[in-house]
């Protein structure tokens, strides 16, 4: 079955650069979630959408932004990155009103920035 | 405020031992529990939702319990592919899903 692929895999940029990443959820999926966990954290909430739209946000700094297209993949941008913007940023996805919207995650993109 | 907490933070099990991780949840307008596994540098891999106390539900060696304020993760005779991080998370009925994890539980079976 089709998963959430999301890319690059790995990525290292230098402080105050720019990254680009991409999620392709699963096909038929509405919604899309955007997760940063750094090491030996849990994952934090950063912004889903749902059809396109916002849907809602967590701790997303002002420098991070993202979007959803009409293809329904979705890429976070990140901006003048930070020493601490290192972590696993994962990419879900689920079917609102399906059972219980249970978010399926992708491999993730391991950022370093250096 | 929401909070999610895993407990063991570690867990060493010989081969066949059998165990239970617990999560303790404090939230407003739960709607679903969740179970993941996940392994080092990988995403998390979905095991199960639960919605309402009293609920159960297995898969091969897992199988998951709910209360109002606690769920179980019972590991009933391991191995040691079993070994990874266990992560509860509670979904809230905001209208739109977003995922509280609690830190979780990295189990690790000896042979």
């Known amino acids: 079955a089709a998963g959430v692929i999301q890319s690059p895999r790995h990525l290292i940029k230098e402080k105050r650069e720019t990254a680009t990443l991409k999620c392709y959820p699963i096909?038929?999926?509405?919604?899309v979630y955007w997760y940063q966990q750094g090491p030996g954290q849990d994952p934090q909430f950063l912004i889903s959408?749902?059809?396109?739209?916002?849907?809602d946000k967590g701790s997303i700094p002002d420098r991070f932004s993202a979007q959803q297209f009409s293809d329904y993949h979705s890429e976070l941008n990140m901006s003048s990155l930070e020493l601490g913007d290192s972590a696993l940023y994962f990419c879900?996805?689920?079917?609102?009103?399906?059972?219980?919207?249970?978010?399926?995650f992708g491999q993730g993109t391991r950022l370093t920035v250096v | 405020e929401d909070q999610v907490t895993q407990s063991p933070e570690a867990l060493r099990l010989q081969e066949g031992e059998s165990s239970s991780l617990n999560c303790s949840y404090t939230?407003?307008?739960?709607?679903?529990l969740f179970w993941y596994r996940q392994d080092p540098g990988k995403g998390p891999e979905f095991l199960f939702t639960?919605?309402?106390a009293g609920e159960e539900k297995e898969k091969e060696r897992l199988k998951a319990t709910l209360t109002k304020k606690e769920s179980f993760l019972h590991i009933t005779a391991p191995k040691p592919e079993d070994s990874a991080t266990y992560l509860c998370?509670?979904?809230?009925?905001?209208?739109?899903?977003?995922?509280?994890f609690g830190t979780g539980t990295r189990l690790l079976v000896s042979p």
């Open positions: 879900a996805s689920s079917l609102r009103g399906q059972g219980g919207n249970e978010a399926f």
């Open positions: 096909p038929r999926h509405d919604t």
């Open positions: 959408f749902y059809e396109k739209m916002q849907s």
């Open positions: 939230v407003s307008g739960l709607r679903g």
């Open positions: 639960l919605y309402s």
């Open positions: 998370a509670v979904g809230k009925d905001t209208g739109f899903q977003k995922l509280v």
